[in-house]
């Protein structure tokens, strides 16, 4: 099957899907959004509506909401519901990335507020991350199991050519931002590239273990970007990601003690550059699906036996596996 049947094929069950859930033709998305600490909305959607969709997984984070940005029709979803309900341990991440998959949204941008791990990343700079490393425990790693194993290929997590859009809209925002800054060390920057390691917390790292990432060549660390992205691959979808850092980890002997205010006020600052990225990326569409290889992550990861396969548990995740064992 060629990658565009596959992605028509894929958007035709999300389509039936929907539909039968009785969501409305205006909640169909092209761009997934995951807003992390501090990124709540987006202004200025156009065409907006608000969709709570079943999944087998329970509710998602909050409800998503729809509208067009620019070109593209985007989903945005509050990792951690409006209001901050939820702790990085409680988000529902496959109920999230089921969601999104089923408004028919085929890449996904996270927004994650992070701890720069490198003296050269500072505080406000963007990390567009190419790699992970998994500090979690306590949480559902997988869409599948019970009756369905798959192993997907996760040795490069992110999408590169989502991310090397990332990065150049990134640059775009901070030299136009920056450019009085341009050459002094107040000018922001973009780092393309770098290891994003996921704590589980919701407590921030010891001094240990803070020292202990750094040898292991971390560049920063948050505590949501797994599984979530893990989920978004086993879906199917790209993921890209703009880490921001908010502040050093405890691992620097700062000359001055940092101040939540000063915190704040970079998270503050992030949030905008984010929402200005986001509106470069969406004035003229999200990055074309059929050469990254993301959308075709399930082909041959099936692991179980046709004649093993629990059906019922197929028929409950048609959405995601229908491409690879067809009900028909
Ligand atoms: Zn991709």
Request: net charge neutral; charged share 25%; aromatic share 6%.
């Amino acid at each position: 099957m060629s990658i565009e049947d596959r992605l028509g094929a894929a958007r035709a069950r999300a389509a039936a899907e929907r539909k039968r859930q009785g969501l409305p033709e205006l909640a169909e998305a092209a761009l997934g959004v995951i807003g992390g600490s501090g990124l709540y909305e987006i202004e200025g959607l156009r065409d907006v509506v608000e969709v709570r969709p079943v999944t087998p997984y329970g509710r998602p984070s909050d409800a998503l909401v729809v509208g067009s940005l620019g070109a593209t029709r985007v989903a945005f979803l509050p990792r951690h519901g409006r209001g901050h309900r939820l702790t990085p341990s409680e988000v529902p991440y496959r109920a999230n990335i089921y969601a999104l998959r089923l408004l028919g949204v085929g890449s996904v941008v996270a927004v994650s507020a992070c701890g720069s791990m490198r003296e050269e990343i500072r505080p406000r700079d963007v990390v567009v991350p190419d790699q992970f490393i998994d500090r979690t425990k306590d949480r559902p790693a997988t869409l599948y199991g019970a009756g369905v194993v798959v192993h997907v290929a996760f040795a490069d997590p992110f999408c590169p050519v989502l991310s090397a859009r990332l990065a150049d809209e990134a640059e775009r925002v901070f030299a136009a931002s920056d450019a009085a800054l341009a050459g002094t060390p107040a000018a922001r920057r973009v780092h393309r590239g770098g290891t994003y390691l996921t704590m589980e917390g919701p407590q921030f790292s010891t001094r240990a273990e803070s020292h202990l990432y750094r040898s292991w060549g971390v560049s920063v660390i948050g505590m949501t970007g797994l599984p979530e992205a893990k989920l978004a691959r086993e879906a199917e979808l790209c993921y890209g990601m703009l880490a921001y850092a908010t502040d050093y980890d405890c691992w620097r002997a700062a000359e001055e003690a940092v101040t939540v205010a000063q915190v704040v006020a970079n998270l503050g600052a992030n949030i905008a550059s984010a929402k200005e990225i986001l509106r470069g990326l969406t004035a003229t569409g999200v990055p074309a699906r059929d050469h990254c290889g993301c959308a075709s992550a399930l082909a041959g990861a099936v692991q179980t036996d046709p004649s093993a396969v629990d059906w019922d548990r197929v028929r409950e995740l048609a959405l995601l596996l229908g491409g690879e064992l067809p009900l028909d």
